[in-house]
């Protein structure tokens, strides 16, 4: 007595797949060179949740100063992962050095 009907718990094979390895979630397609290098910048610094951020400063900012805050936010000997605080800081030292 046993049927062949489709037991509407499961789902096809095909949409498990589709979820597990379909379109990256979180991907970004930059159409212009600083949102690139903006999120290069959140890649380098450990830091995703920013990533508008970043680019914002690309476009804006010198980015020979962007570099060199994201250089030495990577260079410098900390336990944390996310250095996004160190290159804000750092930027800001960089661009009042500037100033004066």
């Not at 508008?52 to 336990?79: D, Q, W």
Request: no cysteine; glycine share 4%.
């Amino acid at each position: 007595m046993a049927e062949n009907k489709k037991d509407s718990n499961f789902e096809p094979i095909s949409k498990v797949i589709q979820d597990k390895f379909g379109k990256p979630k979180g991907r970004v397609y930059a159409h212009h060179e600083f949102q690139d290098f903006g999120v290069y910048l959140s890649e380098q610094l450990h830091d995703p949740k920013h990533k508008a951020l970043y680019i914002k400063l690309s476009k804006e900012r010198n980015r020979y100063l962007l570099h060199e805050a994201m250089v030495f936010a990577i260079g410098y000997n900390t336990k944390s992962t996310n250095r996004g605080k160190l290159f804000m800081w750092k930027l800001q030292q960089l661009e009042s050095e500037i100033k004066s």
